[in-house]
């Protein structure tokens, strides 16, 4: 009986040794996201063809490709857990396709990044960021829009918070961009 009073006392400390109020966190970490080709694999675009559009007022945009910029880029996400300081850093691929208007100062941008798969577009004076797996892979009845007298199939269509709209589907990339503020459309040539 001795003993066991003996054994209860010294182990009540070792008990309560492991109690604590503090959030049990994981450790920093890193992430490596460089297989950027299954987000790559969402768009059409090459990075040096020619892109053509017509506006709302009749003029034809060509713009030209000026190839990839590939790039690696690093960000911190810090733990879901309010409690804990914890960051884990991601290292991802960057690709950036810029098409630029000959005639004029128009481009076109349209960056992937492999992060989360966002995808960011600013042309016609709007700006989209937007998850790349919103571009559809399936065809289906009711998915099709009539452009210049020509059907799309399994398009996506985006709205940003400044009203703009953004028309997109994967066999053939930008189909239409229309400002709210200004009216201008652009809309894909056939």
Known sequence: MRLTRIIIL?????????????????????????????????????????LSYNTNNNEALNFVGSGIRKYFSI????DPNPDCNVYTTLHYE??????????????????????????TFIGNESIFYFDVYVIKDRTTKNDSIQINNKWFYNHSTLIN???????????????????????KQLTIKN
């Open 10 to 50: 010294f182990s009540i400390p070792f008990l309560f040794a492991n109690c604590s109020d503090e959030p049990s966190c994981p450790d920093a970490s890193k992430e490596y996201l460089y297989n950027i080709q299954e987000v790559r694999n969402r768009i059409p675009y090459l990075g040096n063809e020619k």
């Open 75 to 78: 960000s911190k996400k810090r």
């Open 94 to 119: 960057v690709l950036e396709f810029i098409y630029y208007n000959l005639l004029n100062s128009d481009s076109l941008f349209l960056q992937l990044e492999r992060k989360n798969g966002t995808c």
């Open 161 to 183: 918070q400044q009203f703009d709209t953004l028309v997109i589907n994967k066999e053939n990339g930008i189909l239409k961009s229309v400002n709210y503020s200004t009216g």
